[in-house]
T-cell receptor
């Protein structure tokens, strides 16, 4: 099993550009999450989804959008990149109660 | 009230020593407290977790101690090894919140040979 796969691993964007961070999981998990990780700040929840077609905002959703058209995929979109969005982004999925969240290896994004 | 406060920020331990990382919370509705381990360039991975109906959980060299009245929980790594060098995050979850996790700020552990 591949688990949770994130692409790309690294990306440099210019201010104002847009991009989509891809996340796919092959475990048939209903729950999926997007986090950003800034140095010394832990992980902050951006958006989450409880199933295909259902998404909701997390703690820090401004500047981001998500969609969940299939169980497997949960892309994160940045529309107008800003330097404050420079971070490492992690996608995670889980099956439900008493189960761990499984994380991908992250996308390191720099906005210059 | 949604915060989980983690300390220390960094920790250096000699091989064979005990590593202790502490977390505190305010929201008594939290009912699930996992610890995640993260190596450089990788995503976090679940290490061990506890629910508030028990005061301690042990898995190999890793133990969670939970103090419900003090609203604190801690991770103890016994016989620490250089391979344990990683960043550790505590977290907490509220029932009925779609299993969303509130993470602490992380502790970078270095175990010296």
């Amino acid at each position: 099993n591949a688990g949770v796969t994130q692409t790309p691993k690294f990306r440099i964007l210019k201010i104002g550009q847009s991009m989509t961070l891809q996340c796919t999981q092959d475990m048939n998990h209903n729950y999926m999450y997007w986090y950003r990780q800034d140095p010394g700040m832990g992980l902050k929840l951006i958006y989450y989804s409880v199933g295909a077609g259902i998404t909701d905002k997390g703690e820090v959703p401004n500047g981001y959008n998500v969609s969940r058209s299939t169980t497997e995929d949960f892309p994160l979109r940045l529309e107008l990149a800003a330097p404050s969005q420079t971070s490492v982004y992690f996608c995670a999925s889980m099956d439900g109660s008493n189960q761990p969240q499984h994380f991908g290896d992250g996308t390191r994004l720099s906005i210059l | 009230q949604q915060q989980v406060k983690q300390s220390p920020q960094s920790l250096i331990v000699q091989k064979g020593g005990i590593s202790i990382i502490n977390c505190a919370y305010e929201n008594t509705a939290f009912d699930y407290f996992p610890w995640y381990q993260q190596f450089p360039g990788k995503g976090p991975a679940l290490l061990i977790a506890i629910r508030p109906d028990v005061s301690e959980k042990k898995e190999g060299r890793f133990t969670i101690s939970f103090n419900k009245s003090a609203k604190q929980f801690s991770l103890h790594i016994m016989d620490s090894q250089p391979g344990d060098s990683a960043t550790y995050f505590c977290a907490a979850s509220i029932p009925g919140s779609s299993y969303k996790l509130i993470f602490g700020s992380g502790t970078r552990l270095l175990v010296r040979p």
